[in-house]
């Protein structure tokens, strides 16, 4: 099986017209759609795998990454040995940049690569892991709104879809108490600040933070490398830390948690170097007594290969994080959503569902 091609599709799927997402402000940008980059790689004998980048703004320096820089060095590969060749990708462009759309585009083609691997041996990639569970728990990760009325209108939507467990990406308190409001004391609330504050100004906020009680409290430092900081805030403050979507290598995992800056990791797939990286965080997590919650804030393969590694490698109390957004459109359409706070661990070959053709091409951005 040697690898014949590899091509990138940019989407941009628009949140649906007057629901509460198109209300949300991410940020002073707003959010009005999802941008994604699918990663298709074929083998010459007509296996196809799907993989992803992480996405956004970032969506077109990817595929250009993808196309020009790591695609050359894929063609004419075997596709059986995805070790050797993720090996010599990050080798060979290291000297671009150890992390970023590079990087996320490396972690796609590694995906689809499993996804391919799963479909020769006719097993989902769990199996191929070692096995894993039917199911898995799974949390809400809300919009941005910042006004406490629509924040409070989110959380119960969140709750009536029957999450029990929700993250909140907000960073004024004001919206953080009117989501504890809204969901009483039982429910489990994490908040992600995205590397809003510095640790002075993280320090005058935990007394309050404490009180909202969140499960954790995720990227509060700005940077995000500055893991003395993390560490300092996690022991002065008593609240524990989330933090890992941006580390982008191994080493740096490493570094994270010796300098034990965090209660819970979160590798990204699409962005650290796909499932064949994101595997090895587990050894290392366990030898820190750090729980894996891997970031999975994606629709396409980045999700199905969280769910799949979190089946297999992680912990009794792993949970996935679905996107709680209002789309058009889903690239798996209805044959992956959670029920009742649960999400089903795909049973097919490979990463185990295929993508909706139909919403490729209708949500292809040009
Ligand atoms: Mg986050």
């Given at each position: 099986m040697i690898i014949a091609k590899v091509d990138a599709f940019p989407l941009r799927i628009p949140v649906k017209r007057g629901s509460t997402a198109d209300a949300a402000a991410w940020g002073d940008k707003g959010l009005p759609a999802a941008d994604s980059l699918i990663i298709r790689v074929t083998t010459d004998d007509g296996l196809e795998g799907w993989g992803e980048a992480f996405g956004f703004r970032a969506?077109?320096?990817?595929?250009l990454a993808v196309?020009?820089?790591?695609?050359?060095?894929?063609?004419?590969?075997?596709a059986t040995r995805i070790a050797p060749l993720m090996f010599d990708l990050h080798k060979t462009l290291h000297i671009f940049g150890r992390g970023g759309p590079l990087a996320y585009g490396v972690s796609a083609v590694d995906i689809a690569l499993w996804d391919i691997a799963?479909?020769?041996?006719?097993?989902p990639v769990h199996r191929l892991l070692g096995g894993g569970r039917a199911d898995l728990p799974c949390y809400a990760s809300l919009n941005r709104f910042s006004d406490p009325r629509l924040i409070g209108a989110e959380t119960r939507r969140a709750l009536d879809s029957g999450f029990r467990s929700l993250k909140l990406h907000e960073t004024e308190l004001s919206a953080v108490r009117a989501a504890r409001e809204e969901v009483g004391p039982d429910v489990e609330l994490m908040l992600d600040v995205n590397c809003a504050w510095t640790l002075n100004e993280a320090r005058t906020k935990a007394e309050e933070l404490k009180q909202i009680r969140l499960k954790w409290l995720e990227e509060p430092l700005w940077p995000p490398e500055d893991y003395d900081g993390l560490a300092e805030l996690r022991r002065t403050s008593g609240i524990r830390i989330a933090a890992g979507e941006n580390v982008s290598t191994l080493m740096d995992f490493g570094r994270l948690m010796t300098a034990g800056a965090v209660d819970f990791v979160q590798p990204s797939p699409a962005k650290m170097g796909g499932i064949s990286e994101l595997a090895k965080?587990?050894?290392?997590?366990?030898?820190?007594?750090?729980?894996v919650m891997i970031h999975s804030f994606y629709d396409g393969p980045g999700l199905l290969a969280a769910i799949h590694v979190a089946a297999a490698l992680g912990t009794a109390d792993a949970m996935i994080e679905w996107r709680h957004f209002d789309?058009?459109?889903?690239?798996?359409?209805?044959?992956?959503?959670?029920?009742h706070g649960r999400i089903s661990v795909p049973q097919g070959p490979g990463l185990g569902i295929e993508p909706d053709q139909n919403v490729i091409r209708t949500y292809l951005r040009v």
């Amino acid at each position: 099986m040697i690898i014949a091609k590899v091509d990138a599709f940019p989407l941009r799927i628009p949140v649906k017209r007057g629901s509460t997402a198109d209300a949300a402000a991410w940020g002073d940008k707003g959010l009005p759609a999802a941008d994604s980059l699918i990663i298709r790689v074929t083998t010459d004998d007509g296996l196809e795998g799907w993989g992803e980048a992480f996405g956004f703004r970032a969506v077109s320096s990817a595929k250009l990454a993808v196309e020009e820089l790591i695609a050359p060095l894929c063609i004419g590969r075997d596709a059986t040995r995805i070790a050797p060749l993720m090996f010599d990708l990050h080798k060979t462009l290291h000297i671009f940049g150890r992390g970023g759309p590079l990087a996320y585009g490396v972690s796609a083609v590694d995906i689809a690569l499993w996804d391919i691997a799963g479909k020769a041996a006719n097993a989902p990639v769990h199996r191929l892991l070692g096995g894993g569970r039917a199911d898995l728990p799974c949390y809400a990760s809300l919009n941005r709104f910042s006004d406490p009325r629509l924040i409070g209108a989110e959380t119960r939507r969140a709750l009536d879809s029957g999450f029990r467990s929700l993250k909140l990406h907000e960073t004024e308190l004001s919206a953080v108490r009117a989501a504890r409001e809204e969901v009483g004391p039982d429910v489990e609330l994490m908040l992600d600040v995205n590397c809003a504050w510095t640790l002075n100004e993280a320090r005058t906020k935990a007394e309050e933070l404490k009180q909202i009680r969140l499960k954790w409290l995720e990227e509060p430092l700005w940077p995000p490398e500055d893991y003395d900081g993390l560490a300092e805030l996690r022991r002065t403050s008593g609240i524990r830390i989330a933090a890992g979507e941006n580390v982008s290598t191994l080493m740096d995992f490493g570094r994270l948690m010796t300098a034990g800056a965090v209660d819970f990791v979160q590798p990204s797939p699409a962005k650290m170097g796909g499932i064949s990286e994101l595997a090895k965080v587990f050894p290392i997590a366990a030898v820190h007594d750090v729980a894996v919650m891997i970031h999975s804030f994606y629709d396409g393969p980045g999700l199905l290969a969280a769910i799949h590694v979190a089946a297999a490698l992680g912990t009794a109390d792993a949970m996935i994080e679905w996107r709680h957004f209002d789309l058009e459109a889903q690239l798996y359409g209805g044959a992956l959503s959670p029920g009742h706070g649960r999400i089903s661990v795909p049973q097919g070959p490979g990463l185990g569902i295929e993508p909706d053709q139909n919403v490729i091409r209708t949500y292809l951005r040009v």
